[in-house]
């Protein structure tokens, strides 16, 4: 059983920043594909950024060039350095982990908001 827990969101200007952390209960890199998924007032769960469990980084394209992925092995986190941040961005922002021995585990989410 892996446990994840987010931190980081808050309210936050348009144009400004924040930087989401997920902590796993486990060592991730090397056993875990870490994904970022947002949902929005339209109550989709939206694809924002992945990093493998060997270190291989994918984004949408909606924030690719303003957002980054990054892990500290030894924190056990991921984290999402979100530049740039638009109103349509308000969502809560889950942290999701695969396993490469399988399994699928959730965070419980951290509310991002971006007033317009």
């Known amino acids: 059983q892996v446990q994840l827990v987010e931190s980081g969101g808050g309210l936050v200007q348009a144009g400004g920043s924040l930087r989401l952390s997920c902590t796993a209960s486990?060592?991730?890199?090397?056993?875990?594909?870490i994904t970022w998924h947002r949902q929005g007032p339209r109550n989709e769960r939206l694809f924002v950024a992945r990093?493998?469990?060997?270190?291989?980084?994918n984004y949408s394209d909606s924030v690719k060039g303003r957002f980054t992925i990054s892990n500290d092995d030894r924190e056990n986190a991921v984290y999402l350095q979100m530049n740039s941040l638009k109103p349509e961005e308000t969502a809560v922002y889950y942290c999701?982990?695969?396993?490469?021995?399988?399994?699928?585990?959730w965070g419980q989410g951290t509310q991002v908001t971006v007033p317009s």
């Open positions: 999701q982990a695969s396993a490469r021995t399988g399994g699928s585990y």
């Open positions: 486990v060592r991730i890199f090397g056993i875990l594909t």
């Open positions: 990093i493998t469990y060997h270190g291989i980084r």
